[in-house]
């Protein structure tokens, strides 16, 4: 990658109004993205003032590109128009989250370590934002720590919520697929390229904040594993039993006990996604998890 590559930032949003402002603010002015970079927003069968918002923030700001979708089709179909996009108009794509932050400057080192390595495809650290007290917040810093540790010290687990890849890996998901991130990292390894873990690079997530979410957010996960696996062979790092057995001298004893209340959680959300792929009833457009939008 050389200096000069023209980069694009993506990010695809349904009904994002409360952080979608947040965001563009934070690409504009904490991340020193270069002047000739594009920041696109497939705001995709959104009900709410996000393509307004996003509108409002191009007039001020060139960079800044608006895609509407009038009929929400899954992220995989929002995801495949970026694609497309990026690969004819840049040599590197940045994606987050819409509902994510990523920390100040976390894009810049990105782009500098892609730059610097030989991988296809570096990611940041995610951490939980906001999250406090509470039983389901506990769960949720374990569960990304264990996700943190497995990266740093075993094999990296792609993270689509603040990454940079190479848009020649870019190819386009399958329609059907209930998560994305690891058909990327996919499609990166058979090219003969790979995955690099850059946890100095943060971005803020928002995580679900009760039990109930939780599990449904953790099910959705759980179908996409799965899905990867009895479709191509290939597993996810952090879905290995005995990966999250050796990340877990890693975690505070005060620790402990909330990693074996997620794990029962994991087992059942495992099961409802075993159950959901038998039964053919995955729902590719996702319902949001309302606690993460709120």
């Not at 959104?46 to 009038?70: A, M, Q």
């Not at 998560?179 to 990166?188: K, Q, V």
């Not at 109930?212 to 179908?223: A, E, N, P, S, Y």
Request: glycine share 6%.
């Amino acid at each position: 990658m050389t200096a000069s590559a023209k980069i694009i930032v993506g990010a695809c949003a349904y009904n994002e109004e409360n952080n979608i402002g947040n965001l563009l603010q934070n690409l504009t002015t904490k991340q020193e993205l270069p002047e000739d970079s594009q920041i696109l927003v497939i705001c995709s069968g959104c009900t709410d003032r996000t393509p307004e918002i996003v509108r409002s923030f191009g007039e001020n700001d060139g960079r800044i590109r608006l895609i509407t979708e009038k009929t929400r089709l899954g992220k995989a179909h929002a995801l495949n128009s970026l694609f497309g996009i990026a690969r004819k108009s840049a040599e590197v794509l940045v994606l987050t989250n819409a509902d994510a932050i990523p920390g100040p400057r976390s894009i810049k080192t990105l782009l500098s370590r892609l730059r610097e390595s030989r991988a296809g495809a570096v990611f940041a650290q995610p951490i939980p934002n906001g999250v406090t007290g509470g039983l389901c917040s506990r769960i949720v810093n374990v569960i990304w720590r264990l996700h943190h540790v497995i990266s740093l010290l075993q094999r990296p687990k792609f993270s689509g919520e603040l990454c940079a890849i190479y848009t020649r890996y870019l190819q386009d998901l399958p329609a059907n697929v209930a998560t994305d991130e690891p058909y990327i990292e996919l499609a990166l390894c058979k090219h003969g390229s790979h995955v690099l873990y850059v946890p100095e690079s943060v971005v803020y997530i928002r995580c679900p904040t009760n039990v109930v979410d939780l599990l449904r957010h953790r099910k959705r996960i759980w179908t996409g594993h799965k899905q990867l696996q009895n479709v191509t062979g290939a597993k996810v790092s952090t879905s290995s039993f005995l990966n999250v057995l050796l990340a877990m001298p890693a975690l505070r004893v005060n620790e402990i006990f909330y990693a074996s209340i997620g794990a029962f959680l994991e087992m059942i959300a495992y099961i409802g996604a075993k159950i959901a792929l038998s039964q053919s009833t995955i729902p590719y457009v996702w319902e949001p998890i309302r606690t993460t939008k709120t």
